[in-house]
């Protein structure tokens, strides 16, 4: 609006008070000039003049036309950071969301895992009393169980954490405890796409870079509206003026329409200096969309990485989650029949513990590389 406001020219209401060293006319001399005219005309020291003035542009050499593409263009610009900004809260809501979820599993299998130790403690104790356990043996139960307990501290603090950083990206004041409703679906697999295709669509669909090629332009546009400023300019002004003397009566009001033509010569020894200015930022702002092309590149590059990566985790995770499970149980059943080892014991629900952690947190990592895939490559939500 701006941009274009500058097309309608200027106007102004305007005033002016003078007090001269003699009497002047109070308006100009209009002819025919005659005897009887001079005598007729006003002549006072004090004067008032006011009224309104006037300028439109006729010709510019392009400036105001180039500058309403630079600012069309810098809208656009505006209006695409903008966008991808929004797409980079909402992903960093959904892995802050994630990673509560993954926090909160770990604690709920370290308090099952803590629960579960408890008992063994219990009954290690009684293992010793009986003389079927040697003290060795069951302060090895002591200490896992103890190691246990120190690990549901730290979850609970870092579930405290992560609840609080979530509070903190959704714009919450103070402590938030949120009530969340579990995500384990496991995500579909997505299309076979190659890496030329992805990233073609993260050139075509990613708003922060289409923002920086839009800022590139506008500093083109820009640079030539410096440019332009070398042309002639021509413009329409004019005036409408009441003009007031302290010892004379009313006259009439003056106007005048004036068209005004400007070729600039002195003035163009410094706009040599500002359209090089002008064209080196415009340069600049190239490089900047030319970098963040290659920066869009690199992050599909990275998305497909982390995909396979936690693709990768993922199956690790259910295959551990179901190992760990199995050994555990055998485990307990080789020590309660007294065949089986405290330490190899401890070990499988260790193993246990971690394969079920390591289930969520690769489900959620999952989900989120999926979600960043979707981010980098401009395609929104979940490809």
Same mark, same amino acid.
Do not use: C
């Given at each position: 609006?701006?941009?274009?406001?500058?097309? @309608?020219?200027?106007?102004?209401?305007?005033?002016?008070?003078?007090?001269?060293?003699?009497?002047?006319?109070?308006?100009?001399?209009?002819?025919?000039?005659?005897?009887?005219?001079?005598?007729?005309?006003?002549?006072?020291?004090?004067?008032?003049?006011?009224?309104?003035?006037?300028?439109?542009?006729?010709?510019?050499?392009?400036? @105001?036309?180039?500058?309403?593409?630079?600012?069309? @263009?810098?809208?656009?610009?505006?209006?695409?950071?903008?966008?991808?900004?929004?797409?980079?809260?909402?992903?960093? *809501?959904?892995?802050?969301?994630?990673? *509560?979820?993954?926090?909160?599993?770990?604690?709920?299998?370290?308090?099952?895992?803590?629960?579960?130790?408890?008992?063994?403690?219990?009954?290690?104790?009684?293992?010793?009393?009986?003389?079927? /356990?040697?003290?060795?043996?069951?302060?090895?139960?002591?200490?896992?169980?103890?190691?246990?307990?120190?690990?549901?501290?730290?979850?609970?603090?870092?579930?405290?954490?992560?609840?609080?950083?979530?509070?903190?990206?959704?714009?919450?004041?103070?402590?938030?405890?949120?009530?969340?409703?579990?995500?384990?679906? #496991?995500?579909?697999?997505?299309?076979?796409?190659?890496?030329?295709?992805?990233?073609?669509?993260?050139?075509?669909?990613?708003?922060?870079?289409?923002?920086?090629?839009?800022?590139?332009?506008?500093?083109?546009?820009?640079?030539?509206?410096?440019?332009?400023?070398? /042309?002639?300019?021509?413009?329409?002004?004019?005036?409408?003026?009441?003009?007031?003397?302290?010892?004379?009566?009313?006259?009439? #009001?003056?106007?005048?329409?004036?068209?005004?033509?400007?070729?600039?010569?002195?003035?163009?020894?410094?706009?040599?200096?500002?359209?090089?200015?002008?064209?080196?930022?415009?340069?600049?702002?190239?490089?900047?969309?030319?970098?963040?092309?290659?920066? *869009?590149? +690199?992050? *599909?590059?990275?998305?497909?990485?982390?995909?396979?990566?936690?693709?990768?985790?993922?199956?690790?995770? $259910?295959?551990?989650?179901?190992?760990?499970?199995?050994?555990?149980?055998?485990?307990?059943? $080789?020590?309660?029949? +007294?065949?089986? $080892?405290?330490?190899?014991?401890?070990?499988?629900?260790?193993?246990?513990?971690?394969?079920?952690?390591?289930? /969520?947190?690769?489900?959620?990592?999952?989900?989120?590389?999926?979600?960043?895939?979707?981010?980098?490559?401009?395609?929104?939500?979940?490809?």
């Amino acid at each position: 609006m701006q941009a274009y406001a500058r097309h @309608l020219g200027e106007g102004d209401l305007v005033a002016s008070g003078n007090r001269f060293e003699g009497a002047r006319l109070v308006r100009p001399i209009t002819g025919p000039i005659t005897p009887a005219t001079m005598a007729a005309m006003p002549f006072d020291r004090d004067q008032l003049h006011f009224g309104a003035a006037w300028q439109i542009p006729l010709f510019a050499g392009g400036a @105001l036309v180039r500058g309403d593409r630079a600012a069309r @263009l810098a809208e656009r610009a505006a209006d695409a950071q903008a966008s991808h900004a929004l797409d980079e809260v909402r992903y960093n *809501v959904r892995a802050a969301y994630r990673n *509560v979820l993954a926090t909160r599993h770990a604690l709920d299998v370290s308090l099952a895992y803590e629960q579960a130790l408890t008992q063994d403690d219990v009954s290690a104790r009684l293992q010793v009393e009986t003389e079927a /356990w040697s003290a060795a043996d069951a302060a090895k139960v002591s200490f896992a169980l103890a190691s246990a307990r120190a690990r549901r501290a730290a979850l609970t603090a870092q579930l405290q954490s992560s609840q609080a950083l979530l509070a903190a990206i959704m714009g919450e004041d103070g402590a938030v405890t949120y009530e969340l409703e579990d995500i384990p679906d #496991e995500p579909a697999a997505l299309p076979q796409r190659s890496l030329a295709d992805l990233s073609d669509a993260a050139q075509t669909g990613r708003r922060d870079l289409a923002g920086a090629r839009a800022a590139a332009e506008a500093q083109e546009e820009r640079a030539g509206a410096v440019r332009a400023g070398f /042309w002639p300019q021509l413009a329409l002004a004019g005036s409408y003026l009441w003009n007031r003397g302290r010892d004379v009566g009313r006259v009439p #009001e003056t106007y005048e329409v004036t068209l005004q033509l400007r070729i600039p010569i002195l003035s163009d020894v410094g706009r040599v200096f500002a359209a090089r200015e002008a064209d080196a930022v415009a340069a600049q702002a190239a490089e900047r969309a030319r970098a963040k092309e290659l920066e *869009v590149r +690199g992050q *599909v590059v990275d998305a497909l990485g982390r995909l396979d990566a936690a693709r990768a985790g993922f199956d690790a995770g $259910k295959a551990q989650r179901a190992l760990g499970a199995e050994v555990a149980r055998v485990e307990k059943l $080789k020590l309660e029949s +007294g065949r089986g $080892k405290v330490e190899d014991y401890l070990a499988a629900r260790a193993q246990a513990l971690e394969g079920e952690t390591g289930y /969520w947190q690769g489900l959620y990592g999952l989900q989120s590389a999926y979600d960043y895939l979707a981010l980098v490559t401009g395609i929104g939500g979940t490809p």
